[in-house]
């Protein structure tokens, strides 16, 4: 990649992906090299995530760069010179990273968002010790049913799946096959609809679990 790959005008960028030949050729490949760079810190960068490195990790990183590459060259004609080139470039390759993470996520990871809702679950995750847990079990109990009961079906797997069984935002989000702030928008009015059944019954919460 040359050294001013990334610093070229939309003029430039554009001339050298519609054109021909070795042109082509070289734009091509040096944009390939400019999304292969960000899908690697990305995939670094969300390593925690999946447990996985070394040539999985590489793997997922060049897939990601590949399939950015099939959609920036397919939707050229959408770009409409309102950023830098390579602004919108990124974001195609931020989305295969996210989606291919989430994939990822659900094949080598617990999937448990379909079991029920025991509150030993909810005590585990709010780090209750055990001799608290009896104190705290009716209502422990009380939030459970609230999450079974009160919850529409997508809330309660977004809930369970992002505060009880810490399943990244990307990973769900790919599942569901929606988006971060939808799956946000979703915990936030499952978390509201637990306080305001909580609070129907009597119960003096001020949160309900927190995603980590």
Same mark, same amino acid.
């Given at each position: 990649?040359?050294?001013?790959?990334?610093?070229?005008?939309? !003029?430039?960028?554009?001339?050298?992906?519609?054109?021909?030949?070795? +042109?082509?050729?070289?734009?091509? @490949?040096?944009?390939?090299?400019?999304?292969?760079?960000?899908?690697? #810190?990305?995939?670094?960068?969300?390593?925690?995530?999946?447990?996985?490195?070394? *040539?999985?990790?590489?793997? =997922?990183?060049?897939? /990601?760069?590949?399939? /950015?590459?099939?959609? =920036?060259? @397919?939707?050229?004609?959408? #770009?409409?010179?309102?950023?830098?080139?390579?602004?919108?470039? %990124?974001?195609?390759?931020? #989305?295969?990273?996210?989606?291919? =993470?989430?994939?990822? #996520?659900?094949?080598?990871? *617990?999937?448990?968002?379909?079991?029920?809702?025991? *509150?030993?679950? =909810?005590?585990? +995750?709010?780090?209750?010790?055990?001799?608290?847990?009896?104190?705290?079990?009716?209502?422990?109990?009380?939030?459970?049913?609230?999450?079974?009961?009160?919850?529409?079906?997508?809330?309660?797997? !977004?809930? !369970?799946?992002?505060?009880?069984?810490?399943?990244?935002?990307?990973?769900?989000? @790919?599942?569901?096959?929606?988006?971060?702030?939808? !799956? %946000?928008?979703?915990?936030?009015?499952?978390?509201?609809?637990?306080?305001?059944?909580?609070?129907?019954?009597?119960?003096?919460?001020?949160?309900? *679990?927190?995603?980590?």
């Amino acid at each position: 990649m040359s050294a001013d790959a990334a610093d070229r005008t939309v !003029v430039e960028w554009m001339a050298g992906l519609r054109g021909s030949g070795v +042109r082509r050729d070289n734009t091509v @490949a040096e944009l390939r090299d400019l999304l292969l760079r960000v899908a690697r #810190f990305e995939c670094q960068r969300r390593r925690g995530l999946l447990r996985v490195g070394g *040539p999985e990790l590489e793997d =997922i990183a060049q897939q /990601a760069a590949n399939d /950015a590459l099939v959609s =920036i060259m @397919a939707k050229l004609d959408e #770009f409409r010179g309102e950023s830098r080139f390579t602004t919108w470039a %990124y974001k195609f390759v931020m #989305f295969q990273v996210s989606t291919k =993470i989430g994939r990822h #996520f659900w094949r080598t990871g *617990p999937a448990t968002v379909d079991e029920p809702v025991d *509150p030993d679950r =909810i005590a585990d +995750r709010l780090a209750t010790a055990p001799d608290q847990r009896a104190e705290q079990r009716e209502l422990l109990g009380a939030l459970a049913r609230a999450v079974e009961q009160d919850l529409t079906e997508h809330q309660r797997k !977004v809930f !369970v799946a992002i505060a009880l069984d810490d399943v990244p935002v990307d990973a769900l989000a @790919a599942e569901l096959g929606s988006n971060r702030n939808a !799956v %946000y928008k979703a915990l936030f009015d499952a978390r509201r609809k637990l306080r305001t059944s909580l609070a129907g019954a009597g119960y003096a919460v001020s949160a309900t *679990p927190e995603p980590r």
